[in-house]
C-alpha cells in the first residue's frame, strides 16, 4: 500500500505563525503581571488556546474567574489577528509548497491537523489552502494535543491506518500527539528540543525527494 497520510501542523511548519502567538501571549501576560521566559514558551508551542492561558496562569500563580478567563484569550486572539491579518504567501516557509506539491503529485493524501482555530484564515491568506484535501483544526477536536485526536481525526478521515501517517511538527506536545497515535512523527525545528520525533528536519529543504519516496513506498 503506497497511498500514505502526509499530515501537516500549521503553526510552525507551514508559517511562522509560532512568533506572533509568542508575541501576543507575552503581551498579554504583561498585562496580568506575568512573564515567561523562551523555554517556557516551548510548552505553549502545538497547546490549544485554554490550555495555553491557563499554563501562564499556573506560572505566575493567578486565579482568576471564567468570565476574565474568556475575556483574556479574547484580548488574545485580537492582538494575534493584527499580525494574521498582514499575512500573504511570502510567509510561507521555505520548501513547503514544493514539498505539498510532490506529494500531491505521488498522489498521496494530505491534511492539515491543526490545533488552531484560526487554521482556515491564515490558510486563506496564504493561499494555500486548497492544497489540503481534508483540514481538521481547533474547531474539530475537543482534546488538545499531545492526545492524537486531531491526528486520528484526519487518518480516519482517509481510512488510513496510523502506522501509515507521517505528522510533521513544529512542537513537544504535536510529536508527542503523532507518537501516541503510533504515527511516523517528524520533527521540524531543534534536534534537541525535538528528541522524541523519529526524525528531525531543522526545516523542508533538508527534506529530500529520496526520503519523501522511501515514505511513501516503505
Ligand atoms: C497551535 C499553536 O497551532 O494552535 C499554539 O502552536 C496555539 O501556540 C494553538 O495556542 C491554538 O491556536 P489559536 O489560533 O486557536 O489560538
Ligand atoms: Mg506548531
Not at 508551542?45 to 491557563?54: A, D, P, T
Not at 494575534?80 to 498582514?86: E, G, N, R
Amino acid at each position: 500500500m503506497n497511498k500514505k497520510a502526509f499530515i501537516f501542523d500549521l503553526d510552525g511548519v507551514i508559517v511562522d505563525t509560532a512568533k506572533y502567538h509568542f508575541l501576543a501571549w507575552k503581551k498579554l501576560a504583561a498585562t496580568i503581571g506575568v512573564d515567561f521566559t523562551e523555554h517556557q514558551n516551548e510548552q505553549l508551542k502545538g497547546v490549544s488556546r485554554v490550555k495555553s492561558l491557563e499554563k501562564i496562569l499556573a506560572w505566575g500563580n493567578k486565579s482568576i474567574n471564567d468570565a476574565e478567563f474568556t475575556r483574556l484569550m479574547g484580548l488574545k486572539n485580537d492582538d494575534y489577528l493584527t499580525y494574521i491579518d498582514k499575512m500573504d504567501e511570502q510567509e510561507i516557509l521555505p520548501d513547503v509548497t514544493k514539498t505539498l506539491d510532490f506529494l500531491k503529485d505521488k498522489k498521496q493524501h494530505i491534511a492539515l491537523g491543526s490545533a488552531s482555530k484560526n487554521a482556515r484564515m491564515i490558510l486563506e491568506k496564504v493561499n494555500i489552502i486548497n492544497k489540503f484535501d481534508v483540514i481538521i483544526d481547533g474547531n474539530d477536536v475537543s482534546k488538545a494535543k499531545p492526545d492524537p485526536e486531531v491526528f486520528l481525526k484526519a487518518a480516519e478521515h482517509f481510512n488510513v491506518p496510523p502506522k501509515h501517517c507521517i505528522v510533521f511538527e513544529d512542537a513537544v506536545a504535536g510529536i508527542q500527539a503523532a507518537n501516541n497515535a503510533k504515527m511516523i512523527s517528524i520533527g521540524i525545528g531543534d534536534k534537541n528540543t525535538l528528541h522524541e520525533a523519529d526524525y528531525v528536519f531543522t526545516d523542508f529543504t533538508e527534506i529530500n525527494i529520496d526520503f519523501l519516496n522511501e515514505l511513501i513506498n516503505r
